[in-house]
C-alpha cells in the first residue's frame, strides 16, 4: 500500500481544512486508516483512525468534537476535516494503513506511512 497526503496548507485560528490521503493496492477496503501528526521537537501522536468499513471512527481526547475521519473505499481515499482550528493543530499531518482487526492508536502496528502533509494554523 503506497499513501499519498495532501490538502495541508496555512489556516488561520477557527478556521477548517480537509486533509486527503489516497492509497494504492487492491487491498485499501482492508486496512484500518490512520491520521497522526508531528509538531517540531515532538512525538508523533495518534489523532483520530477509521476501521475498513467505516463504521467505527476513534479519536484523540482534544481532537473530539472539531475533526472527522472518514473514508471512500471506492476511490481508496481517507479523510480528515478538521475544524475550529487551533494553533497547537500546528504539525506534519501523517496518514497511515494497518492490516489489523482492532484500531490501533499507537504507530507500531501502522505499516505504511504517507510523506506527510503541513497544516499551519496561525493565531
Known amino acids: 500500500v503506497q499513501l499519498q497526503a495532501s490538502g495541508g496548507g496555512l489556516v488561520q485560528a477557527g478556521g477548517s481544512l480537509r486533509l486527503s490521503c489516497a492509497a494504492s493496492?487492491?487491498?485499501?477496503?482492508?486496512?484500518?486508516m490512520g491520521w497522526f501528526r508531528q509538531a517540531p521537537g515532538k512525538e508523533r501522536e495518534f489523532v483520530a483512525a477509521?476501521?475498513?468499513?467505516?463504521?467505527?471512527?476513534y479519536y484523540a481526547d482534544s481532537e473530539k468534537g472539531r475533526f472527522t475521519i472518514s473514508r471512500d473505499n471506492a476511490k481508496n481515499t481517507v479523510y480528515l476535516q478538521m475544524n475550529s482550528l487551533k494553533p497547537e493543530d500546528t504539525a506534519v499531518y501523517y496518514c497511515?494503513?494497518?492490516?489489523?482487526?482492532?484500531?490501533?492508536?499507537?504507530?507500531?502496528?501502522?505499516?505504511?506511512w504517507g510523506q506527510g502533509t503541513l497544516v499551519t494554523v496561525s493565531s
Open positions: 493496492g487492491r487491498t485499501f477496503s482492508s486496512y484500518v
Open positions: 497511515a494503513a494497518a492490516n489489523t482487526i482492532v484500531v490501533p492508536t499507537t504507530t507500531p502496528p501502522y505499516r505504511y
Open positions: 477509521i476501521r475498513w468499513s467505516g463504521d467505527s471512527a
